[in-house]
């Protein structure tokens, strides 16, 4: 159970760090130096393929990853050191260093030249080069905005499995400007789920099945729900495409998120281990409901088959806050919801039995941004 250095993705860190904390739960993270990477002591090998299986903000793991700010080393001592690393962490089989850059580049250091003398001198020492298909990979990873490097060993691959070009909103056979995008539908499904054995996860209003698609993809138990029938029809319809046919495990419904006692299948009473909300915006077009209550009465119904553990995103439309919070925005910040007013919002998830647990922004575009809440069923007396 040694330490690793997991490695964000670039899009959005902090989003990514929560993600990777939801789906390794036993695990103690760390900050670095650098945002994109983390610090995970106690995790098993089995924990992290399984998270990286799924995992929306998450590249790779590299095994007992070092890391070192550029501005205290050069060349010389940084190629000591990566020797000695490798010397102390021997692999079998035949390898390939790949170096990459994140954050921008680190002015005169080129991570290619860096590569190549080091797999030049890992050969010498016997090591097999094979640059197609490597049984290893040792990364070497600059950060240019700590100005920092990482390497180590990559567990797996090192390629993370979430590929967001593969399946584009825009390319489903049934597309609605709601749709939410994939990977940050993948990503909401993890925080508020957790790890991929947790138990089922319950999408509401599934619109065209944004969230469903990514647990679906995910082997998680899943259900997607719709008070309207053309939605719920485009959800199934986008379901077996993105799944290659139907699939036992996910399916739509039409029905009503406020009474979700009244849908899901018994076993699943008091199991559902996540939900992921992204509620109809202003005056509910397809209800009869005003939004606000429309998600007070969708949060209780929630918590009624909700598993002791369970977890929500819920994804609101906010005017952007500048400048664009990078890390969880404090969830004593007045949001300034499109629809709504944050105190509101913030009183009804406590009243339906949750506690928040964090708050993240994400730009949309110059004038709009996405609030992502995460809460967990609190306690009952
Ligand atoms: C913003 S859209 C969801 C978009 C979705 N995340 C996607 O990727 O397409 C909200 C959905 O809530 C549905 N809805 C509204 N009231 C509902 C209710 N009471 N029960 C279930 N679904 C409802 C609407 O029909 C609409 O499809």
Redesign the pocket.
Known sequence: MGDVLACLRGWHPALAAAELSALLPNAELASTPAVRWLRVSRSTHEERRAALAVASGLQCFLDEGRVVSVSETDEEAWFASAIAYVEAHPVEGSFAVRGWSQGGKISGWSLSRLSRRLGGALHERGYTVDLEHPERVLALIGDGQAQHLAWGWMEGDGQAAFSNGERR?GERPFF?P???DPML?RLAVNVATGPVDAGPVV??????????IEAALSNRPSLG????SE?AHG?EANLVWACDGPVDHARVVR?????LADLLPEAWHGAVAGF?L????GR????N?ESLS?LE??LRSARGVAAPTAGFVL?LPVHPIQPHPETAVPLNTEFSLLHGDWEGVRTLIEATGWTLQSAHVERVHRSLSRLILHARCAPQD
Do not use: E
């Not at 999408?203 to 469903?212: A, E, I, V, Y």
């Not at 992204?278 to 915006?281: G, K, L, M, N």
């Not at 509910?284 to 209800?287: D, F, K, M, W, Y």
């Open positions: 909103a609605k709601v749709s939410l539908a999408d509401p209003m599934t619109g065209t099945g944004g969230f469903l729900i719709d008070l309207n939605m959800a029905g009503d998120a406020t009474r992921v992204d509620p109809p915006y509910n077009s397809h209800g409901m429309l009465a969708c994804i």
